[in-house]
């Protein structure tokens, strides 16, 4: 039996966790649950799965779930900061569900690996704002970081059994988003609706939108750098509409080894909290004999420059791709609240980024004191 802690329950990647553990209850118990807003669906989680603590964002959050919990049900109900880092060092938990979305993560996932966690990361910004200090505290700590991130996964299930010395390139996949072949002229004119309308995908807001940008794509390029130990000059990126190569690793014999699979988190979340076994999901594979073509294209910089900006960031390293992950947060937030339009969204982080002077090998301390500053930085050029 492995107990989870699933922070970020109520979101796309928590729900599926949820419903794999509930599809396989002789492996798998829910010990805590964490969400931040949605109330109503976390006391449903609540009800069905029976955790022994519960959290929410604030105080009043915690007093309406409270109230939406009948009186047989034994749980404690945490909130803020205190309560995501008991939900992720519980004592009884085994790994921790990462699933929370943006920089908020980082903190819960530091300290999940400090009490000697293993982690199960959909949090990308985890990753792209403090990779070598949650590799490095893993490493003492003896825990595994297994990803979620369908990509992420991909290469993981790719490179696994192979000798490193051996790797090439990595590959990584993108659908391309809903606005691929959208005239650049018209981007002036997208709405937060038409960048949430994914062609493939479902997911969540932010990430949506960091979809149609391409820099959600841009982010795993920093990601895959640290999770791998690899050079940002060995990651490419291609755009494949279809999305059925998850993503792709070549070795130096010129060997491809690719991972292929319908466009579902759940494969990727089961092979993390389950490895290295595989769960007889009863997932459907790709329908080869209807696809007609598996396509690729270079990525357009010019018409989606947070690619280049998240490759940039990366190359420049220390608290640059903390700030590169703050001032997008903020751009994306304001565009879904219709403070700015779509194409003001990769001006404001460049220009946020122009703006930093990097600390080399930045403890903790300085990577909290980098995202506070990009943020007010980036808050006050949407006011502009």
Known sequence: MKYLSILGSTGSVGCNALEIAGKFPERFAVKALSAAHNVELLAGQIKKFRPEIAVVLNASRALELKSRLP????????????????????SSVD????????????????????AGKDIALANKETIVMAGEIVSKTAAQKNVKILP?????????????????????KILLTASGGPFLHKPEKEFSKITPEDALNHPIWRMGKKISVDSATLMNKG?????????????????????????????????RDGSVIAQLGIPDMKTAIAYAISYPERLPLEQPIPDFLNIEALTFEQPDSGKFPCLDLAYNACRAGGTMPVVLN??????????????????KIPEIISKTMDKHSVVVNPALSDIIETDRWARETAYKMVKL
């Open 326 to 343: 703050a001032s997008n947060e903020v751009a994306v937030e304001s565009f879904l609240m219709q403070r700015i339009s779509f194409v």
């Open 95 to 114: 790994m921790v569900v990462v699933a929370i979305v943006g920089a908020a993560g980082l903190i819960p996932t530091l300290a999940a690996i400090e």
């Open 71 to 90: 009186a047989g049900i034994s749980v404690e109900i945490m909130h803020g900061q205190d309560g995501y880092r008991a939900a992720a060092t519980h």
């Open 148 to 168: 979620i991130d369908s990509e992420h996964s991909a290469i993981f299930q790719c490179i696994v059994g192979h000798r490193k010395e051996d790797l090439d």
């Open 219 to 251: 982010l795993e390029v920093i990601e895959a750098k640290s999770l791998f130990t690899v050079s940002q000059d060995m990651i490419k990126v291609l755009i494949h509409p279809q999305s059925v190569i998850h993503s792709m690793v070549s070795y």
